[in-house]
């Protein structure tokens, strides 16, 4: 019995220290408190506490141990926890300054991840099993953030809503019937209709359901501001991460093919002859065995220029006829080009590099 005073009077302490030094507020406080007691029990377990004795490595091997049951966030809030009560430790002269400092930081990327949500059929499903027959029934459903919310609320503060002067929107359905309802009575109503649900989610609390909203207002076209606004958001960076599971807009830039070819109706372009091959220049073999073959065969098989221009052009360039200029200019606008680039000096050699030569009679 003292030892759960003992611990009792320590937890009490620090809550007060949290409300009325850091002017926290009740959720913070609770969380705080919680996630300090977590730890002490895995440190002490149900034995008497001595933070006096406690040591860096008790601390860095606790913090080690979330990591499989929790998230990221959760393993931050437990980091920011024990500080704070670290630090107050140090302060009050509990324990050594050293602690504080032991205490490891969790590695977390800010919208690294994907926002979890209910899909049209589970959400359809849990709200189902809210019991709209009876009071709780219908501030569970109420509370769901359901498509109808408006017409709920209304429901509930007609059929179900204890009698009371106050004008909160949920109340208490045992006494006292004129306190609103704290957020845990709704998380109880929520968790309670997932039990019942029995849908195979990754969270069962209230959160869930703001992003269930936020994720099918995007994927219906909304825009982030007004997404924003319903959420409460002070900034658009936080409701940005909605913009991850926005299926229908990230096929459009190109994360499906099979989307664009659907809605396009056309078949699939051809590839680029550059980088299938066609426009690569032969050798230079295989340009000497066509020349030849001009020369052998009549000006109507001298086609070499028309298959391939560039290539022919670089080599007389090389041989010194045409200067390098008209020789690119040739390759690229014609003869009248190459006339201009190489001057007044350079006129029949670049009518030489843009027409092929005609094989003797």
Known sequence: MARRDQRADLLATYRNH????????????????????????????SGRIDVGALKPADVIRYVTTLAPRYSSNTRKSAVSALRSFLRWLQLTGRCASQLVDAVPTVSSHRQSGLPTHLSETELA???????????RGLRGYAAALCRDVGRAIVAY??????????????????????????????????????????????????????????THLIQRGAP????????????IDTTAIYAKVNLPALREVGCDPVFHLSTAGSAPSAPSP????????????ARRAARTSARETGPATSGTQKLWPRAEANERSTAGQ??????????????????SAAGSGSRTAGRQAAVPPRASA
């Open 18 to 45: 949290l409300l009325t030094t850091c002017g926290v507020t009740h959720g913070t406080r609770e969380l705080f408190v919680w996630h300090v007691t977590k730890f002490l029990t895995a440190r002490y377990g």
């Open 125 to 135: 499903t849990l709200l189902r099993t809210f019991d709209r027959g009876t009071a």
């Open 157 to 214: 503060l007609r059929k179900g809503r204890p009698a009371t002067a106050r004008r909160h929107v949920f109340g208490h359905h045992h006494p006292p019937y004129d306190q609103p309802a704290g957020r845990e009575a709704l998380r109880g109503d929520i968790y309670r209709a997932f039990q019942h649900a029995d849908l195979c989610t990754p969270s069962k609390g209230t959160r869930i359901l703001r992003h269930t909203t936020a």
């Open 224 to 235: 982030l501001k007004s997404i924003a606004d319903v959420l409460g958001h002070r900034s």
């Open 274 to 285: 550059r980088r299938s091959g066609a426009c690569r220049p032969p050798s230079s073999r």
């Open 322 to 339: 045409v200067p390098p200029a008209a020789a690119t200019l040739a390759t690229r606008t014609g003869p009248a080009a190459s006339r």
